[in-house]
């Protein structure tokens, strides 16, 4: 089993920054790749961005790219979502995701491991 954690979420006004956290723990040698979904209110479950830990390629979602950076610290287990020039319409529940194949993760079919969400608000 892997377990995965995230953190860095909160309020943040438009044009600003945030930076997700993922880490990762228990059986990390299982998987390859890691990425980010968010859920708005009243929509469903979209991909934003992964990562293979293997190769390290980056994949984004249309709606998020130039803005979003996806990234991973190896030896830290962790994967990171840095996100500038937010709008409101980037606010979300953030998940976490991973999975041994990584385009398991972009096309959201048979993700092993899920987070429990952390909440991004995007608003003045």
């Known amino acids: 089993q892997v377990q995965l954690e995230e953190s860095g979420g909160g309020l943040v006004q438009p044009g600003g920054s945030l930076n997700l956290s993922c880490t990762a723990s228990g059986r990390t040698l299982s998987i390859d790749g890691m990425g980010w979904f968010r859920q708005a209110p009243g929509k469903e479950r979209e991909f934003v961005a992964v990562i293979s830990w293997s190769s390290g390629v980056t994949l984004y979602a249309d709606s998020v790219k130039g803005r979003f950076t996806i990234s991973r610290d190896n030896a830290k287990n962790g994967v990171y979502l840095q996100m500038n020039n937010l709008t409101p319409e980037d606010t979300a529940v953030y998940y976490c995701?991973?999975?041994?194949?990584?385009?398991?993760?972009?096309?959201?079919?048979?993700?092993?491991?899920w987070g429990k969400g952390i909440l991004v608000n995007v608003s003045s």
């Open positions: 995701a991973a999975s041994r194949e990584t385009w398991r993760v972009r096309y959201d079919t048979g993700i092993e491991y």
